[in-house]
């Protein structure tokens, strides 16, 4: 019996793997239900909505929904371009700005509900800056990587179920308290290395088609790294975006790419 259910997880595994079309990445996330993680995202969100004073109106609210919305369109377009617009099926958008200086830090939950703190906004410094984080966080949840941490989680939950003879379900809102705890402040879980450069070049690459020049991307690490000087405590960012200069010569070797996207951007040539 053992053995069944030893191939059964393993012919899972190989058929749930899922690949970046923009970076190539391949990653297994075939363990998180998108549905329920979807759902349990949103609960979360709104809670964050309720504890926190959201600014509306403003010229920097106003960036933020034009940033995410540019870069929500063409992640779309290209989705579709690749006949895999199946992908964003389920995302609800939104993009809010919350009055909290002190928190540097922005994120994007899974099904696209984006937040920044207005503690980030200096280090951005522009419309480009927070074009390069939100290019950031998008990709995180275009790319599944909160769902790839929970079917890891998951993985060797349901491994141990196997050996242990038996198979049980694992509870995908438990697993997402775990990866999100509550709170406004909402620190969201540090995602592995690879995962940190997935969504690098995917946000460089996203921001680039949505017409904010990439050239641009590497300056806002050096801001968040002079920041890190200046402060007897490092960014919030920073804490969950470790070594910007590896970051930095990552980029730079993908600057090419991420250039003709720029060139091509539907809001450069229209
Ligand atoms: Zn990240």
Not at 95 to 116: E, Q, R, Y
Request: glycine share 8%; with cysteine; net charge neutral.
């Amino acid at each position: 019996m053992k053995k069944i259910f030893s191939f059964i997880v393993i012919a899972t595994l190989v058929v749930a793997c899922t690949t970046n079309p923009m970076t190539g990445r391949k990653s297994f996330q075939g363990l998180a239900d998108n549905s329920q993680l979807m759902t349990a995202s949103f609960q979360q969100y709104q809670q964050v909505k309720q504890e926190s004073k959201i600014i509306t109106g403003t010229p920097e609210a106003e960036m933020i929904k034009r940033v995410g919305n540019r870069i929500k369109t063409v992640a779309e377009a290209y989705y579709k371009s690749i006949g895999q617009e199946a992908v964003l099926n389920g995302f609800e958008w939104e993009f809010i700005l919350i009055d909290d200086s002190k928190t540097v830090n922005a994120w994007c939950m899974p099904g696209g509900k984006v937040a920044f703190f207005t503690g980030i906004l200096p280090i951005c410094k522009d419309e480009t800056g927070i074009a390069t984080v939100m290019g950031h966080e998008v990709a995180h949840a275009l790319a599944g990587h909160g769902a790839e941490r929970m079917s890891q989680s998951a993985g060797a939950q349901l491994l141990g179920d196997v050996i242990g003879g038996s198979i049980s379900n694992s509870n995908t809102k438990s697993l997402f308290e775990q990866f999100y705890p509550m709170g406004a402040s909402l620190t969201i879980l540090s995602y592995s290395r690879k995962q940190e450069l997935d969504a690098d070049l995917m946000g460089l690459y996203l921001m680039a088609m949505a017409g904010y020049n990439p050239e641009k991307a590497p300056e806002l690490w050096e801001r968040m790294k002079a920041q890190e000087g200046n402060d007897q405590r490092p960014p919030d960012f920073l804490s969950t975006h470790p070594n910007p200069d590896t970051r930095i010569l990552d980029m730079q070797k993908n600057m090419a790419k991420a250039r003709q996207y720029y060139n091509q951007s539907i809001y450069r040539t229209k």
